[in-house]
């Protein structure tokens, strides 16, 4: 995708792709994914002629007006092990579109949702695990900013500068849902029986729909410190050498 230059302090690209995923009903609801285009009016010298950033699910692009994540599974047990590997692209420098470099960072929000599609905060969020193996994610090429970080919400900084056409190692690549939901009971009913004592239980989780959003942003090297605090809006980032700094 190639823009026009303008006379703008910085454009930041995000592309955000949303997944629901019921894991109990067996069923897969949908949320389009969205291109949102930000502009910042900060100081003229920050000028941009194109910056072109994608999404990536298991070495695929997802779709910038359509996409999904976790489009292939159509539940979830909890428990189990499943590849779900969310990486960045530069997708300057391809066909007439002149390659810029671009630092870039990787939000990743989870939560549970109400069968009204309202967020459910009485659910832990970090019950959820997306992991890089069993670490938080892929140490050394990313960095976690612990204070953009909450149970729901984590943000991860690459921290090289990414070159036209190429490809971040993945941020995370799997997903799992805690094995205590399996397990986890909100109410014991003992039901008498002619034939013995039955007991119902309800369990806390069942029936319960995960959402994963992943949005992937991306700033030109051009007055890159300035930028990560205007555009970004935050303060113990920084960039030196072509390395992005993390001060947790």
Request: proline share 3%; aromatic share 8%.
């Amino acid at each position: 995708m190639l823009f026009g230059r303008k006379n703008l302090s910085m454009r930041t690209l995000a592309a955000t792709a949303v997944a629901v995923l019921l894991f109990a009903c067996g069923g897969v609801m949908f949320a389009k994914a969205a291109l949102d285009i930000r502009s910042d009016n900060l100081d003229e010298t920050f000028e941009l002629d194109h910056i072109d950033v994608q999404l990536l699910e298991n070495n695929d692009a997802v779709a910038e007006d359509s996409g999904v994540l976790l489009g292939s599974m159509d539940k979830i047990v909890p428990g189990k092990v499943y590849t779900e590997a969310i990486a960045a692209r530069n997708a300057t420098g391809d066909g007439d579109v002149e390659a810029v470099d671009q630092y870039v960072r990787i939000i990743i929000k989870k939560y549970w949702v109400n069968d009204d599609g309202s967020k459910d905060t009485t659910m832990d969020p970090s019950l959820i695990h997306l992991t890089y193996g069993n670490s938080a994610y892929n140490e050394g090429p990313w960095m976690i900013n612990d204070k953009e970080t909450t149970p729901e919400r984590t943000t991860y900084y690459y921290s090289q500068k990414l070159a036209g056409q190429e490809t971040t190692p993945p941020v995370v690549n799997r997903l799992q849902l805690d094995s205590s939901i399996a397990t986890d009971v909100s109410d014991t009913n003992l039901i008498p029986s002619s034939e013995g004592d039955v007991y119902k239980y309800t369990y806390k989780y069942d029936g319960k729909t995960i959402c994963i959003e992943a949005d992937v942003q991306a700033l030109q090297p051009h007055n890159i410190n300035e930028a990560i605090k205007s555009a970004w809006g935050v303060e113990n980032v920084s960039a030196s050498g072509g390395a992005l700094t993390v001060e947790n």
